[in-house]
């Protein structure tokens, strides 16, 4: 065969299929049946004329033949994907694609995108709310904006926001309950989101840090932070609230957080870029004011006593 005419059909079916081990999952990334997909991967072993897969029961592993041609199908691949994305933005190249979390995406984001599209009008933003994993090697994204540990192996990363809780209520309620203390006659909101950090932050924990007996129990139990928020909002009770989802709320006076002890949480807002992505211009303008506005919260820090431990 002409190695000028490389069967690219056949060769992409390889890569997928080789990136999951698994026909079935690369045939539904391909939009294909897994018999198609098959039938590429064996016109691609008669062309070569030997197994590019050993084939068992339930599973699949490259051969010696796979493992050679993998690395450079592999990088031949991305090197398309990435040319087809660069083709498929505006003219300009002022396109930039994010993901985030809904919470953090309603939240934080919004309320600051008036001033990043008055000081950028030629960037477009398109934001994409979700909690779904994404591989950014592939998606067609630019941005990721995650809660969590530093797992980013690969990527262009790095801390947007740290977190601390503290609790958060109407100044109505404020004025109600003066004191840590007087928490213990108060209606303490709760959300399911506390046990997902490591160590747990949650009503028990706080009541610990600022040495006082065990928190009440019962309140009303939300599934996500952000819920608990809107209910404090109300003025249905006090929230343990986060301080990146509150903080809008607390500048404009609907919250106040009158208690100095917070809890940090050991995981933090990051950003992640695909490798290269983050030296596009209109993506690296994009980031440094993400930044921007994560270091003009810094004055809602002071005179907070954090720990790190409870």
Not at 53 to 59: E, G, L, P, Q, T
Not at 103 to 128: C, D, N, V
Not at 228 to 240: K, Q, R, Y
């Amino acid at each position: 065969m002409n190695p000028d005419n490389l069967p690219l059909t056949a060769l992409r079916a390889f890569e997928a299929a080789a990136r999951h081990l698994s026909f079935q999952s690369a045939a539904e990334e391909l939009h294909v049946t897994p018999a198609a997909l098959s039938f590429q991967i064996r016109q691609l072993e008669e062309i070569l004329g030997q197994p590019v897969f050993i084939r068992a029961h339930r599973s699949v592993s490259l051969s010696e033949a796979g493992q050679r041609l993998l690395p450079g199908v592999r990088d031949g691949m991305e090197s398309l994907r990435r040319a087809w994305r660069s083709a498929l933005r505006p003219p300009q190249g002022q396109l930039v694609n994010v993901t985030a979390g809904p919470a953090f995406t309603s939240k934080w984001l919004a309320p600051r995108l008036f001033a990043f599209a008055r000081a950028h009008p030629e960037i477009e933003l398109r934001f994409s709310a979700t909690f779904r994993l994404l591989d950014l090697r592939h998606d067609d994204m630019d941005v990721a904006i995650r809660f969590g540990p530093d797992r980013a192996e690969g990527l262009y990363s790095g801390v947007l926001l740290r977190e601390w809780l503290t609790p958060m209520m109407t100044p109505e309620l404020a004025a109600e309950f003066p004191t840590p203390e007087s928490l213990r006659h108060a209606p303490l909101l709760h959300h399911d989101e506390s046990p997902f950090m490591n160590p747990t932050i949650d009503w028990a924990g706080w009541f610990r840090a600022a040495g006082l007996d065990a928190a009440p129990s019962g309140g009303p139990q939300f599934s996500q932070a952000d819920h608990a928020l809107d209910a404090a909002i109300s003025g249905a009770g006090v929230a343990l609230g986060r301080h990146t989802l509150a903080s809008e709320a607390l500048r404009n006076g609907q919250l106040v957080a009158p208690f100095a002890v917070a809890l940090v949480a050991r995981e933090s807002y990051r950003y992640l870029c695909a490798p290269e992505a983050e030296s596009r211009t209109p993506v690296r303008t994009f980031l440094d004011w993400l930044q921007q506005e994560a270091a003009a919260m810094a004055e809602q820090e002071a005179d907070r006593d954090f720990r790190t431990k409870w």
